[in-house]
């Protein structure tokens, strides 16, 4: 039986998820929406076939409607003779394809250019570089294609070159503790810069952020998708060279990984940004998928602490496993976060959200306490330092969340609520991945 409630919401949250509507909009045409289909009801149509009328009235969100259809069932959109993608379209897309072409091969050609000059970066200089070779030319794309007024272009090359000049002027001294933690946090770092690019003017406002927090799940999800093609491209290639005793390897490793690396990177911006309305139907699936199985991994984690009597405080690497999973429940419960419909009533998931989000507290106050034990048995260090600051930064983003999960289940504040607060939050660790970059190596001499 077709339940018109259910399409009309069905319809609107696909226009509030390609981030191009904003809320007043897309109010605005749920109730031309809804005035359309009852004036047709009115002469006599059913339901089904006023809906299908209604959209297609709709002229000015025709694309987004055509779009919708592709990711919804045949029988049901079927009545929809949308028109197809219009020539300009297709041309736009070609010249898009020209851009991630041209933008890979100039990331890997950067990433070469020690080479072509006889210089030999070490690993830990390259692996501190890697983020200059190809997210410029990911901000780039979007300010092309959003784009992105002059008054934000110029900032942002500025940010960009700035850095890239004073961590590679930078001394560096055994034992390479601050050149490490630069590397590992100049690309979350210039993640969010190349955020503001994708945003353009309203990087500020709530909403925009929240699309690019969901954008850079989905990006994980891609990208993890075609980096598995790849590597199985690269063990294929060296294969059957191999079956011929022609060893391909060296050829593989200075230019396929290098070129098909920064090729897969702009790939992946490219898929999510343009196949959003694909990716973005699995995101919710993937939220109900993974929240519960993230959270029996969390309680069988900390069930085996206490069984089998293991002390954080003592063990650097056990340390550094509470870390990872805290940045990965958290990675979970802000995509979560960004695949739900604040316009969806409370359901089982948002409770596993906050068990989730509590299971993560308690993990975070041993490992908070771990680090204060190793920081009052072994003095100060860098990675110490670094450690203790992100624990607390996340601490406090968990006990918000929860907070604020409380209030709103209590219906003191909206969901909205939730998604402003943890928007304004992205600020807080873009500050401490720069003081990690910047002032760290300054603090403690370059070691």
């Not at 919401?9 to 509030?16: E, G, K, M, V």
């Not at 002469?43 to 006023?50: K, M, P």
């Not at 330092?385 to 969340?401: H, K």
Request: charged letters at 15%; one cysteine or more.
């Amino acid at each position: 039986m077709f339940d018109l409630e259910l399409n009309i919401t069905s319809w609107c949250d696909y226009l509030r998820a390609s981030g191009t509507l904003s809320e007043d909009d897309i109010v605005e045409l749920d109730n031309h929406l809804r005035d359309l289909v009852d004036e047709l009801v009115e002469s006599g149509l059913s339901e089904d076939e006023a809906f299908f009328i209604a959209v297609k009235r709709l002229g000015n969100v025709t694309y987004l409607s055509e779009e919708y259809s592709k990711v919804n069932t045949e029988e049901f959109w079927k009545q929809l003779h949308v028109e197809p993608v219009s020539t300009e379209t297709q041309k736009q897309g070609k010249r898009d394809i020209l851009l991630i072409l041209l933008f890979s091969f100039l990331a890997g050609t950067i990433a070469k250019i020690p080479t072509f000059f006889g210089l030999e970066l070490d690993s830990l200089a390259y692996f501190k570089n890697l983020s200059f070779y190809i997210m410029p030319f990911i901000a780039l794309l979007f300010a092309l294609k959003r784009g992105m007024t002059k008054r934000l272009v110029w900032p942002i090359i500025g940010i960009f070159v700035a850095t890239a000049v004073v961590v590679n002027l930078y001394p560096s001294y055994g034992p390479h503790h601050t050149e490490t933690l630069a590397g590992i946090h100049l690309p979350i770092m210039l993640w969010l810069v190349t955020g503001i690019a994708y945003m353009g003017d309203q990087w500020k406002t709530s909403q925009h952020r929240m699309n690019f927090l969901r954008f850079t799940g989905e990006s994980i999800i891609y990208g993890s998708l075609i980096l598995l093609g790849f590597m199985v491209l690269m063990l294929f290639t060296a294969g059957i060279f191999q079956s011929i005793s022609i060893d391909i390897e060296p050829i593989l490793e200075n230019y396929l990984l290098i070129y098909g690396g920064c090729a897969a990177a702009m790939i992946t911006v490219y898929l999510v940004e343009t196949k959003k309305s694909v990716v973005e139907n699995f995101a919710p699936v993937l939220a109900k998928i993974f929240s519960p199985l993230f959270f029996v991994a969390m309680l069988a984690f900390l069930l085996v602490v206490v069984m089998t009597g293991e002390s954080p405080f003592a063990e650097r690497e056990f340390l550094i496993g509470f870390d990872l999973m805290l940045v990965l429940v958290l990675g979970m419960v802000l995509y979560t976060i960004s695949a739900r419909n604040i316009h969806d009533q409370r359901n089982p998931f948002d409770y596993m959200n906050v068990a989730l989000i509590i299971a993560a507290i308690v993990v975070d106050i041993v490992a908070l306490s771990a680090i204060a034990f190793r920081l009052s048995e072994y003095g100060i260090s860098p990675n110490k330092l670094a450690a203790l600051g992100e624990n607390i930064l996340l601490l406090v983003n968990l006990s918000a969340l929860l907070w604020l999960y409380i209030r709103y289940f209590r219906k003191k504040v909206e969901f909205k609520t939730i998604e402003i607060w943890q928007t304004k939050y992205l600020t807080v660790y873009a500050i401490w991945m720069a003081v990690v970059v910047f002032v760290f190596p300054l603090a403690f001499g370059f070691h």
